[in-house]
DNA sequence: TTGCTTACTTACTAGTAAGTAAGTATATTT
DNA sequence: AAATATACTTACTTACTAGTAAGTAAGCAA
């Protein structure tokens, strides 16, 4: 593996953890046992660190939609659940839409703009599945799929947060009732 | 006003605004006039100036709880919404919680504690408001009221985030059918 | 074998962070 | 009038921030 890859890794492993303002470029050095102007060579800026960490996640995202067509919508929706699970299992991290949201102010114009098409995507995507699941009688729900996406989305993002203070049960709670709610 | 009132108020917009790290002593210097030093004074510690301003919010909610315990359950329950609306129009922060989960990793260990208190005492209040409010006749909803409290905070939590990114039509959706989801 | 590129290190800068020690002006108490 | 407390300022420290300039060792290309 590059360094270049391990940086990117330990970096998006920080942020999901502290935010945009609580990692250094010092905490990536000292953990791969290399200068703080290394990285600099492979990212000039901080800036252009969390953008190629955007990126990365935002093709992932991708890959994982088209990797996931043949399913169908439940099983769908569960794997995008799982996400967060998995977010909860790692060091009690933050989505990264939520890591980069809190520090949103600190963000410089590019990353928030990143942010925002990463967002839409996400947003996008999961009301289209809630729509043609409803159509298809795989779920039912009260009013329209773009809020119910817009409601298990934030929930799952504020349940994140939650977690680090109340613990994982009330993680579960929400998870378990957010489906309910859209069970046929 | 007292120089220490401004600067807790002034404080608790950064914090809100920025998070934990997101905000330092040199902000609110320059922001009232005054020497960094002055604020050491008042509050020996960012520590200690954090530790205050939960306090200071956890005593306006259970004073805010006292005030509206005349009124039925649906009012209290669109008075805690209305906290939220507050956030999102005062320069689109986040809520007391939300800011200090997200630093989570970054608070000494007592303000890790207050914040622990504060939101358990929420989630307790709002809890039993549905779970009465159910009993009353006056909400109808699925699952326990625990659960139901839990999905509409974390909810609300990460609508005020996601507002940052995606704007206030969003959060206004989060929010109408979160209360459709409890009408009876 | 000379020159160029890659992937760094060394050594630094300017700026900012929280925090402190000592001094000062004003008001209050004795 | 003298002593004390309040509410600061001045001037500083230590530690850390992102970022940079210059140098270097290894590998590949002509």
């Given at each position: 593996m590059q360094t270049r890859d391990k940086i990117l890794e330990l970096a998006e492993?920080?942020?999901?953890?502290q935010g945009y303002g609580g990692?250094?470029?010092?905490?990536?050095?000292?953990?791969?046992?290399?200068?703080?102007?290394?990285?600099?060579?492979?990212?000039?800026?901080?800036?252009?660190l969390v953008l190629a960490i955007i990126k990365n996640a935002h093709s992932r995202f991708e890959h994982w939609k088209k990797h996931l067509e043949v399913q169908v919508h439940w099983v769908r929706v569960s794997r995008f659940i799982k996400i967060?699970?998995?977010?909860?299992d790692k060091s009690d991290s933050m989505c990264l839409v939520t890591a980069l949201c809190s520090?949103?102010?600190?963000?410089?114009?590019?990353?928030?703009?990143?942010?925002?098409?990463f967002a839409k995507a996400i947003h996008q995507w999961f009301s289209e599945i809630l729509a043609s699941g409803r159509a298809a009688g795989e779920f039912n729900f009260e009013g329209s799929a773009s809020q119910r996406a817009s409601i298990i989305q934030t929930s799952l993002m504020g349940g994140l947060l939650i977690n680090r203070v109340m613990g994982r049960s009330q993680y579960e709670d929400i998870k378990n009732q957010l489906i309910n709610d859209i069970q046929s």
């Open positions: 492993g920080y942020l999901l953890q990692f250094s470029y010092a905490d990536i050095a000292k953990a791969l046992n290399i200068k703080n102007a290394a990285i600099h060579y492979h990212f000039a800026s901080k800036e252009e967060y699970d998995n977010s909860c520090d949103y102010a600190l963000l410089p114009t590019k990353v928030q703009g990143a942010l925002n098409n």
